[in-house]
Structures are given as structure tokens and as C-alpha cells.
């Protein structure tokens, strides 16, 4: 496959001196993506999540601030036609997890790009469930707040620290987004290649789209960084991902949730 070529606001600078290369990237065309906050409460080894390289230098500034979001994410869609923003951030200790400052972040670009543009949020469940309405006000788009697996004893094996917050503080966060977004709006990521047996990730996919969740299937990829590429572990089968991606999607056609305000983000990058 070509090389994408070069975005042109890569080549600007803030009036304060920082490359816009190192705020917002765009990795694939239409989509402009920043990791707010680029550290996480979880991350000593023996909490972090094993597929996650969130803290791993990538050459853009650990904590981005909501104007410097702003004049990138704008200079994205003026200069390369970016359609879409995804933005996440690691887990902060507070209760809020990290959302209080993404709706500032978003507040910002919103400001900035005007309505038209979705931009879709990625961040743990807030344990203090306000925090969803203030990312809604700021003009979020649609939520993600990724459990990975929804089998407990997977989620202690891949996701020590994450482990920690209950998969009933999920439910409870993802029924209460779908009221503030509305369906089709909330996701979360279900990755296969952690153990999950395929019949499991799809009933509980089945049971999430039913609620109006959008499930994202994504496969397992250790990317050099991770616990999980040191431990030299290997990604799914092709198959067995088209497998339960194809099973998946019908699934979503037969309750209409299939495009939608909901971007999937990269795969097994940083900060799900
Ligand atoms: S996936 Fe999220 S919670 Fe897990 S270590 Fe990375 S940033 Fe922290």
C-alpha cells in the first residue's frame, strides 16, 4: 500500500514553538486523533495493560492543552479535510478518571471547528457519572470506554489496574452514556486474541449492541512498547477475527447500529 502523504499541518508551529506533529496526528485520512493526557495512574508494571504502550515516547508532548487541541485540530480540517476526531487519555487518579479534562479539551476544539465535525471520546468509566453530561455539553459526539474483555478472570490476567474497576461500573457508566449521547453514540473495544473462547465475545457482544452499545471487535497486536510484545505473544488468527467480525456486524445491521457517530480507533495503540 502507498505511503499517505504527508498532512500539511504537520509543518506548522504554535505561536509557542511546538510542531503540530507533536499535538494531533492524523493516522489515516479524515481522521485527526491526540492522546490528551499521555501517562496513566496504571502504569507500573504490574498494573499496566499488557497490550498498552501509552507512556512510551512517540515524539508528541505528554499533556496537550485545550488551545494548542484547538488551533491543531482546526488547522486539520481546514488544510487536510480531517472529517472526524477521536480523542483519549490516560487514567488520571481522580474521580473522574480523566473525562473532566477531555470535556475541556473538547470544549476548546468545539470552539474552535463548529459543530459539524463529530468527535468522539475515549476514557474509562468515571466513577463520578456527571462527568459523562459535562463531556455531552462540552460537544462530544459519541463516548468509548473500552472493557477489552468482559471476562473477569481475563481482565485480571491482561488488565491488573483496570481489573480493579468492576464490570458493574461499566454497566452502569455505559447505560448512563447511552441516556446522555443516546444509542449508537456509546462504544467499547472487545479484543480478540486475550483468551476470550469466540461464542463468549459474541454473546456478550450480542448483549451490548442490544442496549445500544457499539461493540468495536479488534484483534490482539503486541506493538513493540508492550508487556505483551515482550512476552513475544502473537496476534489472533486472520480468520478467527474475520470470523467474529463478520458475526458482529450482522448483528449491528439487524439493530441498526452499524456507522454511526461511533469512529473506531486504531487498533491495540495506546490508551484504549
Ligand atoms: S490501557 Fe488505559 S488503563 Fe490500561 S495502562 Fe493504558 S492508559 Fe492505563
Keep these: 500500500m502507498a505511503d499517505l502523504p504527508v498532512p500539511r499541518f504537520y509543518g506548522l508551529v504554535t505561536a ?4 503540530y506533529h507533536r499535538i494531533a496526528r492524523l493516522p489515516e485520512p479524515g481522521l485527526v486523533t491526540a492522546t490528551v493526557v499521555q501517562t496513566c495512574v496504571r502504569y507500573d508494571e504490574s498494573q499496566r495493560c499488557r497490550f498498552c504502550a501509552i507512556e512510551q515516547a512517540d515524539g508528541t508532548l505528554r499533556v496537550k492543552r485545550p ?22 487519555t490516560g487514567t488520571s487518579s481522580g474521580p473522574d478518571r480523566g473525562a473532566r479534562y477531555l470535556a475541556r479539551c473538547v470544549r476548546a476544539i468545539r470552539a474552535a471547528i463548529g459543530p459539524a465535525v463529530p468527535i468522539q471520546v475515549t476514557c474509562e468509566p468515571p ?16 463516548i468509548g470506554m473500552n472493557v477489552d474483555t468482559l471476562d473477569d478472570r481475563l481482565r485480571r490476567r491482561w488488565l491488573p489496574g483496570k481489573a480493579k474497576v468492576p464490570l458493574a461500573q461499566y454497566e452502569a457508566a455505559w447505560e448512563h452514556a447511552v441516556r446522555v ?12 486474541g486475550l483468551g476470550d473462547r469466540p461464542e463468549d465475545l459474541i454473546i456478550g457482544a450480542q448483549r451490548l449492541i442490544a442496549r445500544g ?7 490482539l497486536r503486541p506493538i513493540p512498547g508492550t508487556l505483551a510484545h515482550r512476552d513475544g505473544l502473537a496476534p489472533p488468527p486472520p480468520d478467527l477475527v474475520a470470523l467474529i467480525t463478520a458475526v458482529v456486524d450482522g448483528l449491528l445491521a439487524e439493530h441498526q447500529l452499524s456507522g454511526g457517530a461511533c469512529t473506531p480507533r486504531r487498533a491495540a495503540s495506546v490508551g484504549w
Excluded: K, Y
Aim: glycine fraction near 8%; proline fraction near 5%.
Design 16 to 19: 509557542d514553538g511546538v510542531p
Design 181 to 192: 449521547f443516546g444509542r449508537n453514540r456509546v462504544s467499547t473495544c472487545l479484543i480478540v
Design 127 to 142: 466513577a463520578d457519572l456527571s462527568a459523562l453530561g459535562l463531556l455531552r455539553e462540552a460537544g462530544t459526539t459519541a
Design 213 to 219: 452499545i457499539h461493540p468495536f471487535v479488534v484483534p
Design 67 to 88: 488551545a494548542q487541541l484547538a488551533e491543531v485540530v482546526r488547522a486539520a480540517v481546514l488544510l487536510d479535510g480531517a472529517r472526524a476526531v477521536s480523542l483519549t
